[in-house]
């Protein structure tokens, strides 16, 4: 079917066909089209046997392109008093499924691997807790990185790597060592909350830039964006799998935007966390492959690809590499060494690529079965763009339904999404959501998402 | 000895007599002679025994109680540039005996149990890896720290706690709640030089207020400080074996501090990070202890008492709790869960005491060892003040003995030692060592001492 050797509509083999063919019992025959209808690519027609379905995915509309609008600047919005009173109100509910998050569920990492490889290394280094942790990250940790990183066509000394806590902070000494308060800079819009938040905390003046759900932020208004104000310090980007949107910079926007914030004299803060995760296994080129003036500040996270319970993250800092180290210094001092010595461990060995591998499948997978749900239940007029690769669909619904109002109804039902509003401070995607593509598609994650169509039925009921 | 019977001068009791008293093999009598002799106790005389020696270090001249100036804004004297250049140094050379630390050896710490307790953390909780750690911080260890907090007379929910990665993360956010680029912070001097970097790297301006060896911050200075910068925000104190002096501030002083700044409006910051290390075993009252109005915002961290290898701080907000939650959440995210299970269970069990006890006596020892090789090496002149608890010993050099001179020679000859320069903005302590107190006194370090002497005697010749 993948292959295009069945189409919809095609009689799927009899089940006895398929136990000659592939010499499988008749048990695993069955359970093999079971589990392709629970997935929605095979219908059972009473006494005609299976059919290959027409997704219903296959009828969603893509979240529209940005109507290109003139950046301005919402010097403070409270997004962190926003994102303070959602994630308060998700803390205090009974949340049965939790459709909110931006990471997939335990099962889909290496926690026995990286578990036995705690082991190894808290055998090894007897000392390990009476020590103070290596300056900038540990030795090993840091060459895995940097080995990796040439996938990403990034040629990255070692010694260049700084280990964060997470991405979240290798952002923050990003923004320390390029811009202060009062500072302008531009942000994909939607954007991370994260990243809005950030940069309130820090005083600074985040500028929304539009960005297309297939190609990224648009070069034509960063442009405009940049005549109209000319204290833009940095410019933040996903370039790949972006969060929430799921989209990916072509390598000539790339190439562009690098040429472009170089001659203006804005720095380039990239953050690189979802790359791995591609449906095609291909590692993209990180911005800060075509950078040769160290204008590009790179930025990533394991937190996503390997373990959502190690706080991972790291740095480059390019130019600034002598202020991104001693603001990590003069934050937090170097990164406990045991989670770097077992993730180094594994990093190093086959069962890393491994991992990958079928983290990847069953991405897709899952996010293949939740869009399908989506497609399946929720009302006419939702828009979907199903991206190929990553943690995250971001869902338009239809009319003016209220992302905060949904959000306040699922968790009634004990659901929890992530409303729109948390990523922009505008009101702009007031009516998205985004919904998390990295669990199994489980019953209860079905039903939710049933509940959830209804619920947006009900609103788009109430207010029109 | 300790208790007066025998005095200084006095004759010991004959090896045979202490075998028959005590019950103990000849051998055991000798090493425990030899023991006390090592450690400047006893002194050998040829053919009459041992005999009570008067230490050397009884004659130190304490360290000057600070002549009163008048607090002055250096705005920025580049310290992170200072700072960054001395570990650079220091890094580089080959350091054979590191005095520059302020923590204990590994073996003050209980690597062993705190790995035990590690190993259990990752069996009971095998899906630890694969997801996030909870907001705030592991429940257990805030029940813990809570709990312990009663023993500084604080009352404090576990739910306050946020857990950081150490006291210096805390300190930035403690900072980072009170103030903004271009506002006042008091600090005391001299002071840890991380407190003069985390303010710089954030443009805020340290004042620095008279500080005494014995009793810590000049309440005296900090009120004239008040009358002349109105613009003060914060004042940040060690109230407990402060780093590098030692000094303890009095109950009186602590209660005083509280009432002034609250009637002022300048917030506190505590870092108490040292107060479980006193001789005495008693754990002094926290400034926050008198504070009813929130205006204390308390640090610590659990690095130089139990686990220099482990990350492990923590802050209470008080007024500014819900800033500082936000402000912890987009700067790191919660911390690591695995460090904090497990050290939960050891601060739960009789063994945190235990080692408390065993840690304490350890410091005092190898405190007193390293004062006494001082006493006994260093030029006439030199003064120090032996401290009644934590990890350092603040030595003033006589004449104008420049301490990075000593640094850079000392550091030729594979000894590091902390120079009095990071200490402050200003030259005040530019003839000033900090010097570990906590390792053990081997005969390298013993070596290293006398080097360092003949080193400041040199310099004192060539200065004159």
Redesign the interface.
């Known amino acids: 079917m993948e292959a295009g050797t069945l189409a919809p509509g095609d009689r799927m083999p009899s089940v006895r066909t398929l136990m000659e063919r592939h010499q499988v019992s008749l048990s695993t025959a069955l359970q093999t089209c079971r589990h392709l209808e629970a997935q929605g690519i095979l219908e059972a027609r009473p006494r005609s046997g299976y059919f290959v379905r027409t997704p219903a995915r296959a009828s969603l509309v893509p979240v529209d392109e940005p109507r290109p609008w003139v950046p301005d600047l919402k010097q403070y919005v409270g997004i ?1 008093q926003r994102v ?1 009173s959602i ?1 308060a109100r998700g ?1 205090q509910a009974n949340v049965k499924v939790n459709l909110a ?1 931006a ?1 997939g ?5 290496p ?2 691997e ?2 036995q490889a ?2 190894r290394a ?1 055998r090894e280094n ?8 290596p ?1 900038g990250g540990e030795a090993r940790f840091r060459s895995a990185i940097a080995r990796r990183a040439l996938e990403a066509r990034m040629n990255i000394n070692p010694d260049e790597i700084v280990v ?3 991405c ?2 290798a952002i ?1 000494l990003a923004l ?1 060592a390029v811009a ?2 009062g500072d302008v800079v531009a942000v994909e819009s939607p954007t991370y909350y ?1 990243l809005l ?2 940069l ?2 820090m ?1 600074m003046r985040a500028l929304e830039i539009p960005t297309s759900p297939q190609t990224g932020i648009s070069l034509e208004a960063l442009q405009l964006a940049s005549e109209t104000y000319d204290n833009i310090k940095a410019v933040i980007v996903v370039p790949h799998f972006q969060n929430p949107l799921g989209s990916v910079m072509p390598d000539s926007h790339k190439a562009q935007l690098v040429r472009w914030a170089e001659s203006r004299g804005i720095a380039i803060i990239e953050d690189d966390t979802y790359s791995a995760l591609g449906d095609d296994g291909n590692i993209p080129a990180a911005i800060r492959s075509w950078d040769t003036m160290g204008n590009v500040i790179h930025c990533a996270s394991l ?1 996503k690809t390997l ?5 991972l993250g790291w740095i480059a800092g390019g130019k600034w590499q ?1 202020r991104v ?3 990590k ?5 170097p ?5 770097q010595i077992a993730m180094g461990e594994f990093m190093d060995s086959p069962r890393y690529d491994r991992h990958l591998r079928r983290l990847r499948t069953q991405l897709r997978e899952h996010r293949a079965a939740m869009a399908e749900a989506i497609a399946t239940h929720f009302p006419a007029g939702t828009r979907l763009t199903l991206p190929a690769g990553g943690l995250s669909l971001w869902v338009e619904m239809p009319g003016s339904v209220s992302s905060e109002q949904l959000f306040d109804a699922a968790l009634a039902k004990g659901i929890r999404v992530a409303p729109g509003s948390l990523f922009s401070n505008s009101s702009r995607y007031d009516h998205f959501l985004r919904i998390n593509g990295g669990q199994p598609f489980t019953r209860d994650v079905e039903k939710s998402v049933r509940v959830l169509a209804t619920e947006v039925l009900r609103l788009l009921d109430t207010t029109g």
Chains 1, 2 share one sequence.
């Open positions: 962190n303070s994630l803390l998050v990471h569920a335990p099962s889909l990492y926690v026995n990286l578990r705690t082991l808290l007897p000392l390990l807790y009476g020590t103070p942790p300056g964060t806590h997470g979240i902070e923050n320390r202060s308060a994260a938040q950030t309130e905390s005083g937190h373990a959502p319970g190690m706080r002598g180290e001693m603001l210094y003069a934050q937090t001092r990164n406990e060494a045991l989670a």
